[in-house]
């Protein structure tokens, strides 16, 4: 903690009254000349800032701040975060109670500023024994809309979209697996902001809106996760999607090796996507520009640099059920799956991140108990009728995912072997029966355990992380 906040962290544990907080906040106005307001249970400061000519920041400026002492105010917050750079607006979550909610939204003018914030105040102690968590915020401006007829076109799609909702950019359809004249069931549906997208969201959640006479499905698209520009300047990965089942890797190789011979690496396909690896990044970016729209097996292919995941995180972020299929990190190679187990035998512990905010851990979830009065009326549950926020464990959300789907149960097999010291390790394969086909028949990790428990959450992870193509719950692939 720096030591200009340790007098002020001092004295704030202490209860302060309604005109003292008061008092506070009008000494901050007053100091930086900013506004505030007050409405629908946030407090803003600022948005815009004095003097603030021109349109808002852009995306990519605001990160979310998570694990605020409920007693602590903008007077104590504000400073902290002006050492990353000048705030546009910081907007704090109010309770009735005049308490925060524990957590706020810091937009800065500069996308480099809010990545300052991150590394700077991440984890930073903001009291003694109380440390927030910093991380970036991004404004989703994508629906997901499912039970779309499939055999309605893009431009179909779009034009009806328009009609019923406004600030409509774009609409993303993926072809069916199987059969590429269709398509899968749904559709994401770009809008020009995120205001824009919560007032369509809002007219369609009801549940009864219908197109082409089938009542939809609509939820936020999980947004994709952004990778700084000098990270992407070294990747030589390309995502392939599009993809014919019965296309190999083989046939992939030879075609993108067709613009100039050897200059693929290799090739790993899951089902009708692929990330074909370059020896040189010049190369995988002269490949993208001949070889996207080409058409592989009658397949039209889409073709995009692959977006790396950070390996320790790639467990950790936005899982509904998913992961961004245009990492590279989904692979499962034998230098990238699990990478975040220290040592054999040791699960690794599972944090899942869940529309942005963390799951318990194990010994979180011992915590989250309340007691049981006696009277207290119990109604049976289905454990699918929940929602994934509920598991803490990657066996419980395989389980969950496939049903989601409409798959059958995933079915696990044990096999095991003797290291040199007489110790027998431990590993399961796991089937989807509904997904299997020639090209991912099963899913087995390369590390072994030396328990049942910690072998079957590392298959169901590994499992998880390959099936990470499937986009929200609501993505039923019926081949």
Known sequence: MHEEDKAAASGCGKMRSGAQNEAALLALMEKTGYSMVQENGQRKFGGPPPGWEGPPPPRGCEVFVGKIPRDMYEDELVPVFERAGKIYEFRLMMEFSGENRGYAFVMYTAKEEAQLAIKILNNYEIRPGKFIGVC????????????????????????????????????????????????????????????????????????????????????????????????????????????????????????????????????????????????????????????????????????????????????????????????ENLLGFSNKVDS??????????????????????????????????????????????????????????????CNKNNWTPPEYYLYSTTNRNGKILLVFKVLIPSIADGSQSYFMPDKLCTTVEGAKELAAQFTLLHLGKYKRFQLVLKN
């Open 340 to 401: 975040h187990q220290k040592s054999l035998g040791k699960p690794a512990r599972l944090s899942v991140r869940l529309s942005g905010h963390h799951s318990p851990g194990l010994s979180e979830v011992e915590r989250c108990t309340y007691p049981f009065f006696p009277g207290i009326k119990l109604t049976p549950t289905s454990v699918y009728s929940l929602k994934s926020s509920h598991f803490s464990s990657a066996v419980m959300h395989l389980d969950y995912f």
């Open 136 to 327: 970036v915020s991004l404004d989703n401006c994508r629906l997901f809309i499912g039970a779309i007829p499939k055999e309605k076109k893009k431009e179909e799609i779009l034009n009806e979209m328009k009609k019923v909702t406004e600030g409509v950019v774009d609409v993303i359809v993926y072809p069916n697996a199987t059969d590429k004249t269709k398509n899968r069931g749904f559709a994401f549906v770009e809008y020009e902001s995120h205001r824009a997208a919560a007032m369509a969201r809002r007219r369609l959640i009801p549940g009864t809106f219908q197109l082409w006479g089938h009542t939809i499905q609509v939820d936020w698209a999980d947004p994709e996760k952004e990778v700084d520009e000098e990270t992407m300047q070294r990747v030589k990965v390309l995502y392939v999607r599009n993809l014919m089942i019965s296309t190999t890797e083989d046939t992939i190789k030879a075609e993108f090796n067709k613009f100039k011979p050897g200059v693929v690496e290799r090739v790993k396909k899951l089902r009708d996507y692929a990330f074909v690896h370059f020896f040189h990044r010049e190369d995988a970016v002269a490949a993208m520009s001949v070889m996207n729209g080409k058409s592989i097996d009658g397949a039209s292919i889409e073709v995009t640099l692959a977006k790396p995941v950070n390996k320790e995180s790639a467990w950790k972020q936005h899982f509904n059920g998913q992961l961004n299929p245009g990492s």
